[in-house]
């Protein structure tokens, strides 16, 4: 079946790091991949989305290539803030509207 | 614009209790979905709704139910709740169908059965 699998947390990185975030999919056919970001006591936000292969999605710094030879959509960021701390799931929708979600990753910014 | 509201943000049932949570969105979506997130495990699709008066199970739907109210409103109903449907419990709506549509969150509502 369909599934989502993210790299374990958390990250803690400081201030003005890099950040990779890595995410891989298993999935049949051309499914759209998305970034959710939930910060502390709220719920789930889009990040960022790519529909097909090679693709760029991309907000507030952020961006995620789909790569379909790796079947894969990692998340990166150039220089992180403190303001960034919070959970990011990876998730896809094959057929449908349906999302699959990956376990999480809690990212955590020091300044 | 409120978007996607729960209510109530908190709640503790003993084994055995009844409750329903309340999900209202204010964007004219016709998709609506319950999800329940749990430490180490994701969001997990309880139940969704396709348009008003359709209901279909999603991955985990046992000891739960739902109704469709009207376009606005999607209830979860727990009728005798477990100390495994301890959990913070996600409502979501989107504008259709297709993998393509964004669905937006409400803040969740914290669940703990004792």
């Known amino acids: 079946g369909n599934s989502v699998t993210q790299m374990e947390g958390p990250v803690t990185l400081s201030e003005e790091a890099f950040l990779t975030i890595n995410c891989t999919y298993t999935a049949t056919g051309y499914p759209s991949l998305f970034w959710y970001v939930q910060y502390p006591g709220e719920g789930l936000q889009l990040l960022l989305k790519a529909t097909k292969a090679d693709d760029k999605g991309s907000n507030k710094g952020f961006e995620a290539t789909y790569r379909k030879e790796t079947t894969s959509f990692h998340l990166e960021k150039g220089s992180v803030q403190v303001s960034d701390s919070a959970v990011y799931f990876c998730a896809l929708s094959a057929h449908t509207d349906k999302l699959i979600f990956g376990t999480g990753t809690r990212l955590q910014v020091f300044p | ?114």
């Open chain 2, 1 to 114: 614009n409120a978007g996607v509201t729960q209510t109530p943000k908190f709640q503790v049932l003993k084994t055995g209790q009844s409750m329903t949570l309340q999900c209202a969105q204010d964007m004219n979506h016709n998709s609506m979905y319950w999800y329940r997130q749990d430490p180490g495990m994701g969001l997990r699709l309880i139940y969704y709704s396709a348009s008003e008066g359709t209901t279909d199970k999603g991955e985990v739907p046992n000891g739960y139910n739902v109704s469709r109210l009207n376009k606005r409103e999607f209830s979860l109903r727990l009728e005798s709740a477990a100390p495994s449907q301890t959990s913070v419990y996600f409502c979501a709506s989107s504008e259709g169908r297709g993998r393509m549509v964004e669905q937006y969150f409400g803040p969740g509502t914290r669940l703990t059965v004792t």
